[in-house]
């Protein structure tokens, strides 16, 4: 009912840029919050930012001054703008979105994630 499709990854060198955005699709009826969580090999799931529909954003420590999360509503698009990317930011990227989709007449919650973009930061 609902899809999740991230693009942007890729292999960058340390010090440099890289912007994700994953798009929401279905019929989707409101999005409360998005997020972007990234997960190594041997390593469990983490938060790296998250943006709710008010606006209001959180980021992990690690990420803070070099990562920035945005959102446009009006294509349930979110975005990751990693600046400054060191080697340790390599990672499987993941999209999640807590929302509400329409399925006959009816709406329902869900959480929803993408299928994951790979970011490598490697000279």
């Known amino acids: 009912q609902v899809q999740l499709v991230e693009s942007g990854g890729g292999l960058v060198q340390p010090g440099g840029s890289l912007r994700l955005s994953c798009a929401a699709s279905?019929?989707?009826?409101?999005?409360?919050?998005m997020a972007w969580y990234r997960q190594v090999p041997g390593k469990e799931r983490e938060l790296v930012a998250g943006i709710v529909s008010g606006g209001s954003t959180n980021y992990a420590d690690s990420v803070k001054g070099r990562f920035t999360i945005s959102r446009d509503n009006a294509k349930n698009t979110v975005y990751l703008q990693m600046n400054s990317l060191k080697p340790e930011d390599t990672a499987v990227y993941y999209c999640?979105?807590?929302?509400?989709?329409?399925?006959?007449?009816?709406?329902?919650?869900?959480?929803?994630w993408g299928q994951g973009t790979q970011v490598t930061v490697s000279s």
């Open positions: 279905g019929r989707i009826r409101s999005i409360n919050a």
């Open positions: 999640n979105a807590d929302l509400q989709y329409w399925r006959g007449g009816v709406y329902f919650s869900s959480n929803s």
